[in-house]
């Protein structure tokens, strides 16, 4: 722990606006010219092979089910092995394309328990969706071997990744496709996007097709413009998805700086271990290598917390409640630790506005709020 605060990262506005400038002065706000440079970017940055930049993450983890799924040949009512304490976008991309989401269960990190994951495989299972919660890595390379092992595809659901990195390699190799997400409150923050990235260049290619509602033609990109031409062709139902310039311009600054930023959300991440070490418990990330997107305490009678901390100005989330509860699923397995952080875990503030002094105020009134229940 520095004793020393470091300077407080900016919102780079001035940064931001002169690039999102260059896209009005050329008068290029759509797909293209921006997002090719912000997929290029992002390529180099995590040396994944392929990046496709999208509206949101839940484009994404549609396309990726979508594809994996007509590329092997899997059938309605085939099995993915989700996670049940996620975003509900997770497990919707497993609806949308007529397969099943079957729960296991998590562990002490909140991201998947490698043996509840092996004792859900069946002859059904065609997949695992990994989500990496706050960007931990923990359990991600285990599942990897697992899914290797039994031949099942492997989705990893980044959306709060960016940056998170497994022995100084970025996550997302070794999984089928990786999805992470520049929504408007994520460590990379865009308003709304995201990116999807496949290990195989035909599932990119794909990707890219599906996201421009089918049309079966490269993106654009300035130095194609000589020789573009303007037909092509329609061969199947796509979807509205990709992203545009705009939101590129904000990811491109917004990756310039991915490194400091993290490295920020880990100094004000520790400030709270240090302040509230053995007095409340909080979800553990297995290194000081990951994005540190959110951080989460475990607490008893959790809804009468966020009133106290409301009530002094302090606006608490909850990432997540078990999605098994929802009305959309209602189902009633037995998932102990799900069930037991779904009704505990508390995300306390944790942004670049915030400085030492604010993680001392929101720890001390934390306390007082525990203590008076
Ligand atoms: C775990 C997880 N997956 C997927 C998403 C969806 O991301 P997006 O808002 O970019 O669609 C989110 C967003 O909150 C998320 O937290």
Avoid at 115 to 131: D, R
Wanted: hydrophobic share 35%; glycine share 6%.
């Amino acid at each position: 722990m520095k004793n020393i605060q470091v300077l407080k990262p900016k919102f780079r506005v001035d940064e931001c606006l002169s690039e999102i400038k260059e896209c009005l002065d050329l008068g290029w706000t759509g797909m293209g010219y921006k997002t090719i440079e912000f997929e290029n970017q992002w390529k180099t940055y995590t040396g994944l092979n392929n990046a496709h930049f999208l509206n949101s993450a839940s484009a994404g983890l549609h396309l990726a089910v979508k594809i994996l799924k007509e590329k092997h040949g899997w059938q309605d009512g085939d099995e993915i092995i989700t996670t049940p304490l996620t975003f509900i976008s997770t497990n919707h991309s497993i609806v949308y394309e007529n397969l099943k989401p079957c729960f296991a269960d998590i562990d002490d990190s909140l991201n998947l328990n490698p043996q509840s994951v092996i004792k859900k495989i069946n002859k059904k299972t065609k997949a695992i969706i990994f989500v990496g919660i706050g960007g931990n890595t923990k359990n991600l390379t285990e599942i990897i071997s697992i899914a290797s092992e039994n031949n099942l595809a492997i989705i990893l659901d980044a959306a709060h990744m960016s940056g998170s990195h497994i022995n100084s390699r970025h996550v997302g190799f070794d999984v089928d496709v990786s999805v992470f997400s520049f929504q408007a409150v994520k460590n990379l923050p865009t308003a709304d996007s995201g990116m999807i990235c496949f290990n195989s260049e035909n599932d990119d290619i794909k990707a890219r097709e599906l996201s421009w509602l089918g049309i079966n033609k490269d993106t654009f990109s300035r130095s194609a413009m000589s020789t573009y031409k303007w037909d092509y062709n329609v061969n199947q139902v796509g979807y509205k998805y990709h992203g545009n310039s705009i939101m590129a311009a904000l990811g491109i600054v917004g990756l310039k700086y991915l490194e400091e930023d993290n490295q920020y959300r880990r100094d004000l991440a520790n400030r709270y271990k240090k302040n509230l070490k053995g007095k409340v418990d909080f979800i553990e990330h297995d290194s000081d290598q990951t994005s540190r997107h959110i951080f989460q305490v475990v607490v008893d009678y959790r809804e009468e917390l966020i009133d106290y901390l409301s009530t002094h100005n302090i606006f608490p989330g909850v990432h997540y409640r078990q999605n098994t509860d929802y009305g959309l699923f209602n189902t009633k397995s037995k998932l102990p630790k799900s069930k037991y952080f779904s009704s505990r875990i508390l995300s306390l503030p944790l942004h670049l506005e915030l400085s030492f002094e604010d993680i001392d105020k929101v720890s001390k009134t934390l306390l007082q709020g525990i203590n008076s229940q």
